[in-house]
């Protein structure tokens, strides 16, 4: 069973990749993929925002590895539970950065940007793909919109430095 989800993930993964990335090229992003881009930062509904033609070829994957490895049912079924939550989580569009296991690993960092400048990271749960493919890019606290958003009104003098609201008068009418 091990060799089983070791070989799914890799399988899907790449699948996934070139699956994603074909769907970002301009003859077919219009026609599938864009609804899903919508959210430019993901939400966990974002993740199960897309059209049904965009469901149904990101699934194929999933569902061709059971014709070319066996894989014991229950064990199927546990993984594609694993898969929807996977996927809920990658689109809760945090941007909490630098843990070292994002070297390797597809974070909701990475996915957020992924929807931020739509030509990077197409993986699904590894970073292999992207960096082989040229195609990935690291998440950096920088790249947070919120970043920009809290410096904002950090200058307009509505939170502190630690983004703490800072409490303002009201003015006299």
């Not at 699934?59 to 070319?68: E, I, Q």
């Not at 699904?124 to 493919?133: G, I, M």
Request: charged share 20%; with cysteine.
């Amino acid at each position: 069973m091990a060799i089983s989800t070791v070989l799914f993930m890799i399988w899907n993964d790449l699948l996934i990749y070139w699956i994603h990335r074909l769907e970002h090229h301009p003859s077919v992003y219009k026609y599938i993929h864009k609804p899903h881009h919508k959210w430019i930062m993901p939400t966990p509904w974002a993740a199960l925002a897309f059209h049904p033609l965009d469901g149904y070829v990101q699934s194929l994957p999933y569902h061709a590895f059971v014709f070319l490895c066996p894989v014991q049912k229950h064990l199927y079924l546990i993984l594609f539970i694993l898969v929807q939550i996977w996927t809920i989580f990658i689109h809760d569009g945090d941007m909490i950065s630098g843990h070292w296991l994002e070297k390797y690993i597809n974070s909701p960092a990475h996915h957020t940007l992924h929807h931020l400048y739509f030509n990077v990271n197409y993986g699904q749960y590894f970073t292999w793909a992207d960096n082989a493919f040229d195609s990935h890019r690291a998440p950096r606290p920088e790249l947070d919109p919120l970043h920009d958003a809290l410096r904002v009104m950090r200058e307009k003098g509505l939170v502190d430095e630690k983004g703490e609201p800072i409490p303002q008068r009201k003015k006299d009418d």
